[in-house]
């Protein structure tokens, strides 16, 4: 399975933007990269996905690299309650066969500072 | 609201015993799934359903058994065998596999 890899942990300034970065460079042509995050003690939430364009959302947009090599996730005006752990994770298309679920590694814990 | 709905949040085991997680979803989705997270780690996949009266193993399988009788419902029992269950489990969901996921709030396991 294609890995990803992130920073540890980042830090930021409470409205600011904010731009986490994820490296995927054994990434197949038919993967997707999806970005979850996980608050204390609750189940992860869905913040955004793409294939191969920039994306937008009402919490996030996605950057990703000509390449596919890697991908940016970016809060625009970070707040406190952003305050999470960021999952990037590489799944490939629905095809209607078997598939297993998605694979999380530790992700970056993002620190806001008021 | 639509959602996935876990009980209980927090649930002690004794040794030698099976004790069973729920989950429930009003999605409709067809697709549901069981991870395992341990302190400061990512999720683990245990087992996964893509439709009803059908589903797999995960990557850690082991001492855990599902089923799925129904659309909206998929819980998970740990059994006796499973020697480590302290652990916070998830349950998730979505249209089809590999689709975007929705998370339940989780069941926090911890043994006596």
């Known amino acids: 399975d294609a890995k990803t890899t992130q920073p540890n942990s980042m830090e930021s300034n409470e409205e600011e933007p904010v731009h986490l970065p994820c490296n995927h460079s054994t990434i197949s042509g038919t993967d997707y990269i999806h970005w979850y995050r996980q608050l204390p003690s609750q189940g992860p939430e869905y913040v955004i996905h793409g294939l191969t364009s920039n994306v937008n959302n009402r919490m996030a947009s996605l950057a990703i690299a000509e390449d596919r090599k890697s991908s940016t996730l970016i809060l625009h005006r970070a707040t406190l309650r952003d305050a999470a752990v960021y999952y990037c994770i590489l799944s490939p298309p629905w095809s209607g066969g078997g598939a297993d679920g998605l694979t999380f590694g530790k992700g970056t814990h993002l620190i806001i500072q008021p | 609201d639509g959602g996935i709905t876990q009980s209980p949040k927090y649930l002690f085991r004794k040794e030698g015993q099976n004790v069973t997680l729920s989950c429930e979803q009003n999605l409709n989705h067809d697709a549901m799934y069981w991870y395992r997270q341990d302190p400061g780690q990512g999720l683990r996949l245990i087992y996964y359903s893509q439709i009803v009266n059908d589903f797999q193993k995960g990557d850690i399988a082991e001492g855990y058994s599902v089923s799925r009788e129904k659309k909206e419902s998929f819980p998970l029992t740990v059994t006796s065998a499973q020697k480590n269950p302290t652990a916070f489990y998830l349950c998730?969901?979505?249209?089809?596999?590999?689709?975007?996921?929705?998370f339940g709030d989780g069941t926090r396991l911890s043994i006596l």
């Open positions: 998730a969901s979505s249209i089809h596999s590999n689709q975007p996921q929705h």
